[in-house]
């Protein structure tokens, strides 16, 4: 009988606790249990782990790579950078160290490789989009993110959020799946107008006179409220650094307010608080902050595509609660 293709696979945790147990300096026995979350292909695996003496981590089983193009290297990248950040002291979930010294692990799924890394455990809860002190500590310390890492020079490719990233290739995914659809011919008659002109204004301030160095370098590229978290003296930890490489950071400062629909609350002092904290460290030039409305457009444009990847979802139903 011919082995079906798979999709989406979950690694058993005990398992997993097997593999942790044989390849980390941890006090055993090592326990694993898979977090909450979406049952989407484009998504990575996370389980807790606990150690014999109580220390938590986090595992991440990344998706296959396949999916979204990326190689060793683009791994690599992520846990080099976070490392340099953690140095810098920022304060992030950085990856542990492996018995042979190395960060990333492979494992082989019904559906092909995947690499997994394991994490340190950031304690606390999410980032309170009604807490002005927390948005103010946001924003600073995402400027701090974008600041330091000026420094940091890759020893390993990853692809670039560049406009080809973040708009013409979502723009063709669109195409694809709406091009003959009656039901969404307005919607894409609207969506290429609104990727065109979004391209058009960014082109223009990207290439004129008063564009600075620094408005492009490493970034998160995915910030929201649930990926940051405050502990009990109210101090943060970031983590989930997937979607991080080069981009431009009013690119990332556009995620973060329309992950959280931050300027659309109905307090204007809690946006206030958020750049007043980036600007605290890093004040935008002219250019950068009338990037951030067109970035809003083209993140749009970029989550449609992304929902559009072939064999979508996986489903749409939250599992295994902590």
Not at 3 to 10: A, N
Not at 16 to 22: Q, S, V
Not at 243 to 261: E, K, M, P
Not at 273 to 288: I, T
């Amino acid at each position: 009988m011919e082995q079906i293709r798979v999709v989406r696979s979950f690694a058993a945790a005990d398992a997993l606790a097997e593999l942790i147990e044989a390849e980390y300096d941890f006090a055993g026995p090592i326990t694993c249990k898979l977090f909450s979350k979406m049952l989407r292909t484009q998504d990575n695996d996370h389980y807790l782990i606990t150690t014999g003496n109580g220390d938590k981590y986090v595992i991440r089983v990344y998706q296959s790579g396949t999916r979204l193009e990326r190689h060793e290297s683009c791994y690599l990248y992520e846990l080099d950078w976070l490392n340099f950040l953690k140095q810098k002291g920022i304060p992030v979930a950085y990856p542990i160290t492996r018995k042979d010294g190395s960060f990333l692990g492979r494992l082989n799924a019904p559906e092909g490789m995947r690499y997994y890394a394991v994490f340190s455990y950031a304690h606390g809860a999410p980032l309170s989009l009604q807490d002005e002190e927390q948005l103010y500590t946001m924003g600073r310390e995402m400027a701090r993110i974008h600041l330091a890492s000026n420094e940091y020079e890759p020893s390993h490719y990853r692809p670039a959020m560049d406009l080809e990233f973040l708009i013409d290739r979502p723009v063709e995914r669109i195409k694809r799946y709406w091009d003959e659809d009656a039901e969404h011919i307005e919607d894409l008659d609207l969506l290429l107008f609104s990727a065109e002109d979004a391209k058009e204004q960014l082109l223009e301030l990207i290439n004129n006179e008063e564009s600075t160095p620094d408005s492009w370098g490493p970034i998160g590229g995915d910030f929201h409220n649930r990926s940051v978290f405050f502990d009990e003296a109210n101090q943060p930890t970031f983590f989930n650094f997937d979607w991080c490489g080069q981009g431009w950071r009013a690119y990332d400062i556009a995620v973060f307010l329309h992950s959280t629909n931050l300027i659309h609350q109905d307090s204007p002092e809690l946006a206030e608080a958020f750049f007043a904290g980036y600007y605290s460290e890093r004040p935008l030039s002219p250019n950068e902050h009338a990037a951030i409305a067109p970035f809003l457009t083209v993140r749009r444009i970029w989550l449609t595509g992304w929902f559009m990847m072939n064999d979508g979802l996986a489903g749409h139903s939250f599992i295994a609660p902590l």
